[in-house]
């Protein structure tokens, strides 16, 4: 029995362990904070540990973002709750200041990285359910199909809020391209 | 298919998503329609660099390595409770036995082996502690995921007693949280579990093998303290904690 648990623990390290960036990065961008999202994944990976006998081959890093975004709306769901989500707020204002504070500085070295903080704070404030289908799709390049399955919704809802992420994305770039010229 | 509708299927034609009469209905458009090509390749050059914008976070190496190290705890620590707990609650009784059973303890003498034996793996262990952070909002919720309860985890760093960490660890077959403090050169390990899943004397106050062992309650848990603190110190250490956690620090 205790050997059949250590074996079937490095089976699932096999497994899931590969996609902990992956993992992470879901995390991180859902939850909008390193703490908050490094809690989650060890949840979520003692939580896959758990349900591993559920797991039946196919796509893991898929398997384990699932399980991991599921932790990470548990975890929200529960902060609300208790009424503990003022961290965002507090850590959006501090990112928008600093980004006020380098686009006024002219030097063109500096161009691609407040390009780079732009893009990372208009995904950071798209609203949770687009957040996440973009990036699941722009940084961990999966399927719509793929995407349905791991936010529980039909692929037209993935259709239209990769849209409308997109959409909003685009002002921002188009707004920033404007103001740098 | 009209103007409209083809626009509303770019983004999945980019992504590839269409299917094969579809795409083509798509492709034909995008030769005739010039906005819609250029909507398009817009959407291609914005979507480029979302992707080369390397904003992407990257895995905490610590996190990396705490995952790791907890995917091998509890079964080793099960494994070494096995081996270990019953050499160590040998040995301890056996040093110490006659002294215990001599006095009127209220308490069977093993659950103090036990915590005593707990608390000496700990310091002898490389990884005595699972979840490494000074803030009760990473520790709490770290053993309320492993735990089928929410122990209080006061923060005492203004009271001198710094909260290095916690770790999940048995007492018997029992799953208990283990809270672990430093103060001055002495580190103190707190465990803490549900009313009534272990009998404790809540006001036991004992020694064991250089260890100083006291009781706590706190709400609807149980918690003992042990340490090589002085017993003096251990009971005002055990005092604050006690204050703090009622107040509802952590």
């Known amino acids: ?181 | 298919m009209t103007h409209d509708e083809i626009r509303s299927l770019l983004d999945a034609y980019l992504d590839d998503e269409l299917d094969l009469a579809t795409g083509l209905a798509v492709g034909a458009h995008l030769q005739d329609c010039q906005q819609c090509s250029a909507w398009l390749a817009e959407r291609r050059s914005m979507l480029g660099q979302v992707r080369s914008a390397a904003i992407s976070y990257p895995l905490p190496a610590e996190l990396s390595a705490r995952i790791r190290a907890q995917l091998r705890a509890p079964q080793q620590r099960q494994h070494r409770q096995v081996q270990w707990f019953g050499a160590l609650a040998a040995g301890v009784l056996a040093a110490i036995g006659g002294f215990l059973l001599g006095h009127s303890w209220p308490q069977a003498p093993d659950l103090r082996a036990e915590l005593v034996g707990a608390s000496v793996r700990a310091l002898l262990s490389t990884h005595p502690i699972d979840v490494l952070s000074s803030d009760h909002h990473t520790v709490k919720p770290w053993l309320s995921s492993q735990l089928p309860f929410s122990p209080p985890v006061p923060e005492l760093a203004d009271q001198g007693d710094a909260l290095l960490g916690a770790r999940v660890d048995y007492l018997g077959s029992t799953r208990v949280a283990a809270l672990v403090y430093q103060h001055g050169h002495h580190q103190i390990n707190v465990y803490v579990w549900p009313l009534g899943a272990i009998d404790i004397d809540p006001h036991l106050n004992t020694q064991a093998d250089g260890y100083h062992l006291m009781a706590a309650q706190a709400g609807a848990f149980s918690a003992v303290m042990v340490s090589d603190l002085s017993s003096a110190e251990l009971a005002a250490f055990r005092d604050r904690w006690k204050a703090t956690a009622a107040a509802g620090g952590g």
């Open chain 1, 1 to 181: 029995m205790a050997l059949g648990d250590a074996a079937r623990t490095r089976r699932f390290e096999a497994v899931a362990l590969p996609h902990l960036s992956a993992a992470y990065n879901l995390a991180r961008w859902i939850c909008r904070n390193e703490a908050d999202a490094a809690d989650v994944v060890q949840e979520a990976v003692m939580r896959a540990l758990q349900y591993f006998d559920s797991y039946r081959g196919g796509d893991a890093r898929a398997w384990l973002l699932q399980i991991v975004r599921n932790s990470a709306h548990t975890w929200i769901a529960r902060n609300r709750f208790a009424g503990q989500v003022a961290l965002e707020d507090s850590e959006l204002d501090s990112s928008e200041a600093d980004a006020s504070v380098i686009s006024e500085d002219p030097m063109r070295a500096v161009a691609t990285q407040i390009e780079a903080e732009g893009l990372r704070l208009a995904i950071t404030r798209l609203p949770l359910e687009q957040r996440e289908v973009l990036i699941l799709r722009e940084f961990e390049d999966l399927s719509y199909r793929q995407i349905a399955d791991i936010i529980g919704s039909p692929i037209g809802t993935v259709m239209s809020r990769l849209s409308r992420a997109r959409d909003q994305l685009a002002v921002i770039v188009r707004g920033e391209q404007r103001g740098a010229v």
